[in-house]
C-alpha cells in the first residue's frame, strides 16, 4: 500500500545534516509523501553544518499547527540544540505527539523529545553519546538501528537512516490500512 498523499514534516534550523536531510526526504517522497521543510521563518534559507548546501523553509513552526501532517521527523546536525530551545518548535512537536501522529527523531534527534518530557517508560535509541540522556529522562535504551514504541520512531545513527525510513514508511502504511 502506498503512502502517496501522507504529510512529513521535516524540522530543520541552521546547521542542520545534509545527508540525513537528503536521505530522508528523498526516501520519503520516493514512497509517494509529501515532504516539507518546517522552520522558524518561512522562505528563510537554512545551511547545513559545512555550509555546502541549503534548505528553505517551506512552513513555520505556527504554521505548521493548523496543518494536517502526519509525520513529524527531528533530524540531526546541530538542529536539535536549535530546536529543543525553541518554544514554537517543541509546541508543534508536543502538538503531534500528543495527537498520536508518528514523531520520529535520529541520532541526536532524541534530545528533543527529552526536553519535550515524554520519555518516560518509553524504549528508544539513538546516538550512544545520548543514552545516559535518554535513560535519566526515563527511557530504555537500546543499541538497535532503530525502535518504535507508540508513535515514537527513533533512529541510532547515520548509517541507520534506511532501516529509520522504512520504519517511518511501514507505520504510514499500518495507519493507512487501519483507516481504510
Request: hydrophobic content about 40%.
Amino acid at each position: 500500500m502506498s503512502i502517496s498523499g501522507r504529510e512529513v514534516a521535516i524540522i530543520l534550523s541552521d546547521h542542520f545534516d545534509a545527508d540525513e536531510f537528503n536521505g530522508l526526504h528523498k526516501c520519503l517522497s520516493q514512497a509517494g509523501a509529501l515532504v516539507s521543510v518546517v522552520g522558524e521563518e518561512s522562505g528563510k534559507r537554512l545551511a547545513d553544518w559545512t555550509r555546502m548546501q541549503e534548505a528553505t523553509v517551506e512552513v513555520t513552526y505556527e504554521e505548521a499547527r493548523s496543518y494536517s501532517f502526519d509525520v513529524v521527523v527531528i533530524s540531526n546536525g546541530y538542529s536539535p540544540d536549535e530546536i529543543r530551545v525553541n518554544n514554537a518548535a517543541t509546541g508543534f512537536i508536543l502538538d503531534m505527539y500528543n495527537a498520536n501522529r508518528i514523531v520520529g527523531a535520529i541520532y541526536h534527534g532524541p534530545q528533543v523529545l527529552i526536553s519535550l518530557d515524554i520519555l518516560k517508560d518509553k524504549n528508544v535509541t539513538g546516538s550512544p553519546s545520548i543514552k545516559v540522556d535518554l535513560e535519566n529522562a526515563g527511557a530504555t535504551y537500546l543499541d538497535e538501528p532503530v525502535v518504535v514504541d507508540g508513535n515514537l520512531i527513533t533512529g541510532r545513527e547515520p548509517s541507520d537512516l534506511q532501516d529509520f525510513c522504512g520504519a517511518i514508511i511501514d507505520e504510514l502504511r499500518r495507519l493507512q490500512e487501519y483507516i481504510a
